[in-house]
């Protein structure tokens, strides 16, 4: 998608004509335009919700080291996103207005492949969670255990909220919830 759309604002057959400062687009540089944006959309929607967790995933729980690199690592993690999303709107834009939409386009476009190129380099180093179970039926699991005890009182010993008595989860492949009281 990132592709496409530096594509599109580089090669003079697919980006529009201009002239007297009016610019007109052919109805294939307007599908070219939108089929760029739909797959950045598909893919910027699939790799979202992903990343954080799978991040996560690299940490062990139970180690006190790790788990203190966990928080660290979701810090330097938004610290990045919001340090791109600045980038973004300041730097790219100038780069836009002053060099060239092509340009704009194609450095994220360079650095996303870049990216790809450093993930699967280091595939083999990453701790892989296998999944246990459908999430669907966890969510409704737990949608319909907050309607049923709705009214009941929580108890002290934060060892008897757990769902099973069991060391394991009662899900092969995951582990128990802690207890918290940050959604009391």
């Not at 007297?20 to 307007?30: E, F, R, W, Y």
């Not at 690299?58 to 999303?85: P, V």
Request: hydrophobic fraction near 40%; include cysteine.
């Amino acid at each position: 998608g990132m592709t496409l759309l530096t594509l599109s604002a580089s090669i003079d057959g697919l980006k529009p004509t201009c002239h007297d400062g009016k610019c007109h687009a052919t109805s294939g540089n307007v599908a070219m335009f939108f089929v760029a944006l739909y797959l950045i959309a598909l893919g910027t929607g699939g790799i979202k919700p992903c990343v954080s967790s799978f991040g996560a995933d690299q940490f062990d729980e139970t180690d006190e080291k790790e788990k203190k690199r966990k928080s660290s690592f979701f810090n330097w993690f938004y610290f990045s996103i919001n340090i791109g999303a600045l980038v973004a709107s300041s730097v790219l834009v100038y780069i836009q207005e002053n060099v060239g939409w092509g340009w704009g386009f194609g450095i994220p476009a360079v650095m996303m492949a870049l990216a790809i190129v450093f993930f699967f380099s280091g595939s083999k180093l990453y701790r892989i969670q296998k999944p246990g179970g459908s999430p669907l039926t966890r969510l409704a699991q737990v949608i319909v255990a907050s309607l049923r005890k709705y009214n009941l009182k929580v108890p002290t010993d934060k060892a008897l909220l757990y769902e099973t008595e069991d060391s394991e989860s009662g899900i092969k492949g995951s582990r128990k919830l802690d207890h918290t009281k940050e959604l009391s």
